[in-house]
């Protein structure tokens, strides 16, 4: 198995900056894509960004492209989630999550593993 283990949110106000991390461990290996899933409160969790293990390909929703950025660090197992020009919008817990393969096409369904969650808050 793999666990995922978040940290790194927090609150903060309107423009400002927050980087999420998430560390990988157990069965790594198995991992083909790992990214970020959020759920704002009443609303239904949604993804927002994801990486590819080998290649580095990246993903993001409309929503967070050009303020978002998604990285890893392979030799660490470790996931990052730098968020800049926070939004009150953006305020919701956030998850750390991970596809394992054999895995066709990109979608979102395919994270079945996730972290604990950790809480971002943007105040305007």
């Known amino acids: 198995q793999v666990q995922l283990v978040e940290s790194g949110g927090g609150s903060v106000q309107a423009g400002g900056s927050l980087r999420l991390s998430c560390s990988a461990s157990?069965?790594?290996?198995?991992?083909?894509?790992m990214g970020w899933f959020r759920q704002a409160p009443g609303k239904e969790r949604e993804g927002a960004a994801a990486?590819?293990?080998?290649?580095?390909?990246?993903r993001y929703d409309d929503s967070v492209k050009g303020r978002f950025t998604i990285s890893q660090d392979n030799a660490m197992n470790t996931v990052y989630l730098q968020m800049n020009s926070l939004k009150p919008e953006d305020t919701a817990m956030y998850y750390c999550v991970a596809a394992v393969g054999p895995l066709g096409g990109f979608s979102w369904s395919d994270f079945g593993l996730w972290g604990q969650g950790t809480q971002v808050s943007v105040s305007s």
């Open positions: 157990g069965y790594t290996y198995s991992t083909k894509r």
């Open positions: 990486i590819y293990r080998r290649g580095s390909s990246t």
